[in-house]
Structures are given as C-alpha cells and as structure tokens.
C-alpha cells in the first residue's frame, strides 16, 4: 500500500511478455525505458500530471535480461519531477549496465550535475508535450544547457509533430547533441512521404548532432493492430515513418521499448513483441547492428565502444 492511487483508466505493464522471436544482436540496448517508484520508496512528485502503477528497477532489469538485452537508459519519468533520486538509484544497481536521463531545474548546481554525472547520467530532458509538464521558459532551459554542457551531456527532448515549426529554432539554438523522442510524435494517418513528416526529416538534416528515437510505435499507431496475442503485423502504419528515419540515419537513430509504457490507456503492448518489430524497420542487419548496438554505446558508453 504506497498510498498513491493510479490515475483511472491508467493500464499497467505487461506481465509476463513473450520471448522475441527475433533474437537481438549482441550488446542491445534498451535506449527508452523508465522506473515508477514504488511509490512508498520514490514518492511520485507533487506537480506530477498523472499517477502510475509502480515499476521497479528489479522489474526493468528483468525485463531486460528476458528480451535479450544488455543494457537500459533510464529516462527520468514526468511523474518523478525533477527528484532524479528513483532514476539515479536504478542506474547505480545496474553495476554499469544503466546510464540516465535526468530532468533539472534551473537552480542546479555544479555539484549536483557532478554527481549525476558520476551515477551514470548522460542528458537532461526538456518536455515540451503539455499533458505531461507545464514547459519551462526557455531561457531556463539553456541555463540548465551551459550546467550540463561541460560534462558533455546531450539535450532529449519530448514534443508532439504540431509544436515543431514553432520549436524548432529554439532547439537548433542549443549548442549540444540533440536527442528526439518518439521520432517526434509524427500523425502516422499521414502520409509518409507528405509534407509535414518532410519537415521533421528537413529539421534531421539541420545538423548532424541530431539524434532520433525510432520508439513507441504502439503510442504512435492509428490502425493498428497491438502487439498482443503473437501479433506478426503490429503496427504496420507506423513501419513506414520509421523506417525512412532508419534508412536516411543509420547512424543516429536508437530504439527503446518504452516500458513500463507510461499513459497507454487504449492497450499495453507485450514487450517481446516490440522487440519483433525491429527487423521491420531496420531490414538489414548492419542497419539493426547501428540502431541496437552501436549508436547507442557512442552515445551513452563511449569508453566501451
Ligand atoms: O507519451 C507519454 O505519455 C510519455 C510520458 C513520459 C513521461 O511521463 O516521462 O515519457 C514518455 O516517454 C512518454
């Protein structure tokens, strides 16, 4: 009993996932994943817009280690605020197989990004998606920019496909590696190839320190159908979108399965079958070799690469 209570119609992870048929690389990283609490250790923080079910360090490196993976970035959870504590306690149980993305404010310190640094943490998150934060101004945000710059650290950042034109010279003015969410959170009922996903593929090409997550088909999907029940053809419509990303920018696109899945209130994928979904939208395997393996161990574990 942790005292907090799941916002209603919220669905908990998949217990019990499948084993991928498709068996990953050696050295895969899970590059978007999340720990929840539990609440009565980590308490969700007050400002937070939504409630989740609990999901632990234990659970994730579980996961983990049943789809074959080897390593996680944790990225720090909205429902967390900007107490990093639950995120930074998972990193330092992962004896080095967990590097972190944090969320701060702007009064950091030297010392407290220091010490982030040294838990394992490699970016700061800016969210600009308004059901989950209220956005910080963004002269703000590149103060935190110059906190974290000396360490090297990159910027995520989470907004949906609409708010693009209106971000995107805020963001080609921050002087690190960018990082996107969600492939940017494109209308997978468009077309492909039609002007809008153009525009975030035009904002790629803007410099070549722009990194995309090819994550979150099951948030992204109109049609259909979810990976459950040994689905062979989840989420075809969001194949396409990816895919491009993946074949214009094999070298700085990542993949992450999501879990625990924050905010799905339609289904909760089976995760072994997120991993089956890869060969789709990298069809070759040096293309899944980059996207599993490579890219994220140059950005997240330089000295191993
Ligand atoms: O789309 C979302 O609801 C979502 C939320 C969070 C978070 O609350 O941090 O993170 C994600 O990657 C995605």
């Known amino acids: 009993m942790t005292g907090f209570e799941k916002t209603p119609g919220w669905l908990d992870w998949y217990a019990g996932p499948s084993r991928p048929e498709f068996r990953l690389p050696e050295g895969a990283v899970d590059a978007h994943c999340h720990v929840f609490g539990p609440g009565e250790e980590f308490p969700y923080a007050p400002e937070r817009k939504y409630t989740p079910c609990d999901a632990s360090k234990d659970q994730l490196f579980a996961l983990r280690d049943h789809l074959g993976l ?4 944790v990225v720090q959870a909205t429902c967390h605020g900007a107490d990093n504590t639950a995120m930074v306690d998972a990193l330092r149980a992962s004896g080095g197989r967990a590097r972190g993305v944090a969320t701060l404010r702007r009064d950091v310190t030297d010392a407290e990004v220091r010490e ?3 838990a394992g943490v490699r970016g700061v998150r800016f969210n600009f998606v308004r059901r989950l934060v209220d956005a910080a ?5 590149l ?8 360490y090297g650290w990159h910027v995520v950042v989470y907004f949906e496909a609409a708010d693009l034109p209106d971000l995107r010279d805020f963001f080609l003015s921050i002087p690190v590696p960018l990082v996107i969410d969600h492939m940017g959170r494109p ?3 468009k077309d492909p190839d ?11 090409r803007a410099r070549p320190d722009i990194w995309c997550k090819v994550t979150c088909p099951e948030r992204l999907t109109v049609s259909g159908p979810p990976a459950l029940d040994g689905e062979r053809r989840a989420y075809r419509d969001v194949v396409p979108f990816a895919r491009r990303v993946v074949e214009e920018f094999p070298d700085r696109v990542l993949w992450g399965t999501d ?3 924050p905010n799905l209130t339609d289904h909760m994928p089976d995760d072994g079958l997120l991993v089956d979904f890869v060969p789709h939208i990298a069809p070759t395997p040096e293309l899944r ?17």
């Not at 080897?70 to 970035?73: G, K």
């Not at 101004?137 to 945000?141: A, F």
């Not at 070799?289 to 690469?305: F, I, M, S």
């Open 70 to 73: 080897t390593r996680n970035v």
């Open 116 to 118: 982030l640094h040294e």
């Open 137 to 141: 101004p963004q002269q703000d945000l």
């Open 143 to 150: 103060d935190i920019v110059e906190r974290i710059a000396p």
């Open 187 to 189: 209308d997978t009922a």
């Open 194 to 204: 039609g002007p809008d996903f153009e525009a975030f593929l035009d904002f790629l």
């Open 259 to 261: 879990w625990p899945h």
């Open 289 to 305: 070799r980059r996207l599993l393996v490579d890219n994220p161990t140059r950005l997240y574990w330089p000295e191993a690469d």
